[in-house]
C-alpha cells in the first residue's frame, strides 16, 4: 500500500495564516451564492478540509469524509462552476465535522 505524505503549509514555504483567510473567502463566497462558486474554489476547500480527492478526473472528484454510512464527497466540474446542490452538500459536510472535531482542520 502507497501512502501519500501530506506537508504542512509551513514545509511548503507557504503561510498558514493567509491560506486559512483563502479557504475563509471561499467559504463566505460558498455560503453567499452556491450557485457561483468556482469549481477550483470548491476543489480549494475539499482538499482543506478532506485531504487530496480519493478519485480524480477531468470533471469529477470524490473526497473521502471520517464518517460512517456513505463516506464521500462526490463533486463535478460544469463549465468551471461546481454544481450548486454539490456546494451545499459541501458546506453542510464541512458543518458535520468542525461538529464532530470541535474546530477547523
Not at 38 to 54: I, Q, V, W, Y
Request: glycine share 6%.
Amino acid at each position: 500500500m502507497i501512502q501519500k505524505q501530506l506537508h504542512s503549509p509551513t514545509q511548503l514555504g507557504l503561510d498558514p495564516i493567509i491560506i486559512m483567510a483563502k479557504i475563509d473567502d471561499i467559504l463566505a463566497q460558498m455560503k453567499q451564492n452556491p450557485r457561483d462558486v468556482r469549481f477550483s474554489d470548491l476543489c480549494k476547500a475539499c482538499e482543506h478540509f478532506f485531504g487530496e480527492p480519493r478519485q480524480s478526473g477531468s470533471n469529477h472528484r470524490i473526497y473521502k469524509t471520517p464518517w460512517q454510512g456513505d463516506p464521500r464527497i462526490n463533486i463535478q466540474n460544469y463549465k468551471g462552476k461546481a454544481k450548486a446542490y454539490q456546494v451545499k452538500q459541501v458546506l453542510l459536510a464541512i458543518e458535520r465535522l468542525e461538529v464532530d472535531h470541535g474546530s477547523e482542520k
